[in-house]
Nanobody, 121 residues
Framework: QVKLAESGGGSVQTGGSLRLSCVVSGWPYARYCMAWFRQAPGKEREGVARLYTGGDITYYDDSVQGRFTISRDAAANSLYLQMNDLKPEDTAIYYC??????????????WGQGTQVTVSS
């Protein structure tokens, strides 16, 4: 059974930083895509950062480019999202997700339960 568990959310002021973590278990594939999504109240869920494990190729939404960094620790089966220079519009529930294959904009197959990030002005 595939499980994803996020942690690291919290409340910070504008300009602050947070690091999200996601531990993946029961996932048998070596080459796949991992991603962070977020959903703010009243808005659709959006992908903010994606990573293909074949070479750790990364992709970022324009709204977070230059502020967020996605990375992973293969040995720890973990995905991270370093978030710097946080803004109130970054407030959302953040989810990690995985999907088989190299196309990181496909529909993701497995999701974590989410972790809340709140940025106050």
């Amino acid at each position: 059974q595939v499980k994803l568990a996020e942690s690291g959310g919290g409340s910070v002021q504008t300009g602050g930083s947070l690091r999200l973590s996601c531990v993946v278990s029961g996932w048998p594939y070596a080459r796949y895509c991992m991603a962070w999504f977020r959903q703010a109240p009243g808005k659709e869920r959006e992908g903010v950062a994606r990573l293909y494990t074949g070479g750790d190729i990364t992709y970022y939404d324009d709204s977070v480019q230059g502020r967020f960094t996605i990375s992973r620790d293969a040995a720890a089966n973990s995905l991270y999202l370093q978030m710097n220079d946080l803004k109130p519009e970054d407030t959302a529930i953040y989810y990690c997700a995985v999907v088989t294959g190299y196309y990181c904009y496909a529909d993701y197959e497995h999701w974590g339960q989410g972790t809340q990030v709140t940025v106050s002005s």
